[in-house]
């Protein structure tokens, strides 16, 4: 079934570290990616989406892209900052099953001055 | 931009008693909305579907008669946990995906509650 695989955490880095967070998915027909955040007692933002392949999305200097080859949606971000620290979630949404979502497990992220 | 009110964010109750929450959009209609459940930690789980009008459609190993979901309007949909019990302590977590929305990402993206937490003692 449709299903998405992201690196567990947690990560901890420094404040400037350059940042990854891989994510990997499965899914018939063709998904659509996201990466959602969570900040502490909150509930989940859309960080950024992409709808095919070789698509990149970007916000807030977080960036992913679309890999068909690989089926992967890696999140990069050259420079964080304490205020990134949150949680990550990697997902799908597969128009062929009624866009249902699919979550990854979260990535734990913490960033120190 | 689109936003999804989920009311109350914190709630404790005793064991025995049912437990109410909201989930309203603000500024759309929602004829879909999603109830999860998070547990400490972990990524969250797809409890159910409420569709405006019609029954949820629960998944699998969920209890409808113990996680109540009622889709009144295209913006409320309410999930009542009935005879809570300390297992059942978790963060709860709405979504809705807006009528033919398109916004900045297209249509089939969720927009979420800010999540309740909910105790039972």
């Known amino acids: 079934g449709d299903s998405v695989t992201q690196m567990e955490g947690p990560v901890t880095l420094s404040e400037e570290a350059f940042l990854t967070i891989n994510c990997t998915y499965t899914?018939?027909?063709?998904?659509?990616l996201f990466w959602y955040v969570q900040y502490p007692g909150e509930g989940l933002q859309l960080l950024l989406k992409?709808?095919?392949?070789?698509d990149k999305g970007s916000n807030k200097g977080f960036e992913a892209t679309y890999r068909k080859e690989t089926t992967s949606f890696h999140l990069e971000k050259g420079s964080v900052q304490v205020s990134d620290s949150a949680v990550y979630f990697c997902?799908?949404?597969?128009?062929?099953?009624?866009?249902?979502?699919?979550f990854g497990a979260g990535t734990r992220l913490t960033v120190k001055p | 931009g689109a936003v999804v009110s989920q009311h109350p964010s914190r709630v404790i109750c005793k064991s025995g008693t049912s437990v109410k929450i909201e989930c309203r959009s603000l500024?759309?209609?929602?004829?879909?909305m999603f109830w999860y459940r998070q547990f400490p930690k972990q990524s969250l789980m797809l409890m159910a579907t409420?569709?405006?009008?019609?029954?949820?459609?629960?998944e699998q190993g969920v209890e409808k008669d113990k996680f109540l979901i009622n889709h009144a309007s295209l913006t409320l949909s309410t999930l009542t946990v009935t005879s809570a019990h300390p297992e059942d302590s978790s963060f709860y977590i709405c979504?809705?995906?807006?009528?033919?929305?398109?916004?900045?990402?297209?249509?089939?993206?969720?927009?979420f509650g800010a999540g309740s937490r909910l105790t039972v003692l």
């Open positions: 979504s809705a995906r807006e009528i033919g929305g398109q916004g900045a990402y297209g249509a089939n993206v969720l927009t």
């Open positions: 899914a018939t027909g063709y998904p659509s």
């Open positions: 992409a709808t095919k392949a070789d």
């Open positions: 997902a799908l949404s597969v128009p062929l099953n009624n866009n249902d979502m699919r």
């Open positions: 500024d759309f209609q929602a004829t879909t």
């Open positions: 409420s569709n405006e009008g019609s029954k949820a459609t629960y």
